[in-house]
């Protein structure tokens, strides 16, 4: 199987809240460092209200929801910026992190984005593996990120 026959579909969060929320706390469950969103209305006020997002999901062949990108686009910095990004653990390693993250680069060059960039949790090995392996690089690191008194890393890859 090869993901790059699969299609991006872009959602509206308040129409597919429920099969986003099922698959983000799938990939939380399965990822020691995530901190999972514990309601459906604490997912939704974190996509449109806390940040402005778009979000993208990739399907499987019978249409379930296997993967998920939420960004935030920053017309005045110049950058796009993923907010979100998982896989359905049943289908990591596979190569669809790479193309949904090359979707995203496509996405913000096409808008005339400079760069891409992401906040990880420094203790998220998986994460900064994958971005590492995709070309991003560690631009600085900041205790208490998101006030919630994890260290996190901030990265970048600038688009050619
Ligand atoms: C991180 C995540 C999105 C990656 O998606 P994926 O489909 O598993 O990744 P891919 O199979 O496309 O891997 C792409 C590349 O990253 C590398 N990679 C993936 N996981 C890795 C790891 N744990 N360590 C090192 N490299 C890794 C792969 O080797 C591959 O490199 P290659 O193209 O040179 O072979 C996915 O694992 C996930 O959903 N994790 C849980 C949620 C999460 O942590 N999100 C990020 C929050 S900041």
Redesign the pocket.
């Known amino acids: 199987m090869t993901f790059k026959d699969f299609r991006a579909t872009k959602i509206d969060v308040r129409i597919d809240l429920d099969r986003l929320f099922a698959l983000d706390s799938k990939?939380a469950k399965a990822?020691p460092t995530?901190l999972p969103l514990e309601t459906k209305q604490e997912l939704l006020k974190f996509l449109t209200v806390d940040h402005k997002t778009e979000t993208w999901v990739w399907r499987d062949s019978e249409g379930r929801f296997i993967g998920y990108l939420s960004v935030i686009d920053k017309p005045t910095e110049q950058f796009m910026e993923v907010l979100n990004?998982?896989?359905d653990p049943e289908f990591?390693?596979?190569?669809?992190?790479?193309e949904m993250m090359a979707f995203a680069e496509r996405t913000a060059a096409k808008l005339g984005r400079k760069k891409v960039t992401?906040v990880?949790n420094v203790k998220?090995?998986?994460?900064i593996?994958?971005y590492n392996?995709?070309g991003y690089r560690i631009t600085d690191k900041k205790p208490n990120y998101y006030g919630d008194g994890k260290t996190r890393y901030l990265f970048e890859k600038v688009l050619s």
């Open positions: 990939v990822s995530l990004i998982g896989v990591q390693g596979k190569g669809l992190g790479k992401l990880t998220n090995k998986q994460a593996g994958f392996a995709l």
